[in-house]
């Protein structure tokens, strides 16, 4: 308050469940290192956005990826997290994020949903 910064009381309670969650596994692979190419890593994330769309688990994604030998299931998974953490990929994170089930397409950006605590 001295130095006029704006600050909330935030706790858990405040975030949905499944929100935490999500959040606190993307942030876990935000910042690992991508052994891929740029080029490898737009194709991966080209892929799970099929996969999005169609109703497909990502799983299945990374088993046909790392099955044909081109990358690791760990590469991929990477690749998903930080796709999703960067927001190239729209999923839904006020679902789980699970890589046996589909994903489910944003419908509501979070960020939206609580840009009060973003406010000045």
């Known amino acids: ?14 975030f ?4 935490f ?11 690992r290192p991508v052994s891929l190419t740029e080029e490898q890593q737009e194709e991966v994330v080209s892929r799970y956005q099929s996969a999005l769309e169609a109703g ?17 299931a760990e590469e991929c998974r990477i690749c998903l997290y930080q796709s999703i953490w960067n927001r190239k ?19 509501r950006d979070v960020i939206q949903i609580h840009s009060d605590w973003f406010e000045e």
């Open 56 to 72: 497909v688990p990502p799983m299945d994604v990374i088993a046909r990826l790392a099955g044909a030998g081109r990358m690791t």
């Open 1 to 14: 308050e001295d130095v006029q910064i704006r600050t909330l009381q935030l706790s858990g309670e405040n």
């Open 89 to 107: 990929l729209r999923a839904d994170l006020l679902n789980p994020i699970v890589l046996d089930r589909p994903l489910r397409p944003e419908e």
């Open 16 to 19: 949905d469940p499944d929100l």
């Open 21 to 31: 969650a999500n959040l606190r596994q993307l942030f876990l692979y935000h910042r």
